[in-house]
């Protein structure tokens, strides 16, 4: 069970429709506190997404894309951003302050893929959730 009040991760896509709800869902899965939002939210979580997590027996079909905000990132003991151009989407304040907390992969955007590609990147999230999960761990920069 996570304790609401201890800072948690932040993971960010473009339309927080894909692999930051996928991220989300996994952290959420190992107990920690995790959130994700967009630089430009969609409308919805993309439907293959859903099904690919549900594959995995993790529901994210209640998630909704939000728009990533200052007052996310300053909550944040880190934010992931799912890939590197996303830096330069971001506003300056958000960037700025990002500062040290954040951590940047490279994941293929998965919108307009068939199911088969988006299980693959699931896959690869999951490696990468995993991954930073035992990192932080380790450094003890982050309180899970």
Request: glycine share 6%; aromatic share 4%; with cysteine.
């Given at each position: 069970?996570?304790?609401?009040?201890?800072?948690?991760?932040?993971?960010?896509?473009?339309?927080?429709?894909?692999?930051?709800?996928?991220?989300?869902?996994?952290?959420?899965?190992?107990?920690?506190?995790?959130?994700?939002?967009?630089?430009?939210?969609?409308?919805?979580?993309?439907p293959l997404v859903i099904q690919a997590m549900m594959e995995e027996g993790i529901d994210i079909s209640s998630y909704k894309p939000k728009l990533v905000?200052?007052?996310?990132?300053?909550?944040?003991?880190?934010?992931?951003?799912?890939?590197?151009?996303?830096?330069?989407?971001?506003?300056?304040?958000?960037?700025?302050?990002?500062?040290?907390?954040?951590?940047?992969w490279s994941i293929s955007d998965p919108q307009g893929q068939p199911i088969e590609a988006i299980r693959l990147i699931r896959d690869h999230i999951r490696r990468e959730v995993n991954e930073l999960v035992e990192k932080e761990k380790v450094r003890k920069t982050v309180s899970f």
């Open positions: 069970m996570t304790d609401k009040s201890e800072k948690g991760i932040l993971f960010i896509c473009i339309e927080n429709s894909s692999r930051s709800q996928m991220a989300e869902g996994f952290a959420k899965a190992l107990g920690l506190n995790a959130s994700s939002a967009g630089t430009f939210p969609s409308s919805q979580v993309n905000t200052e007052e996310m990132v300053e909550k944040a003991a880190l934010a992931v951003l799912t890939d590197a151009t996303l830096e330069e989407a971001l506003p300056k304040k958000i960037r700025k302050k990002m500062g040290k907390k954040l951590v940047v």
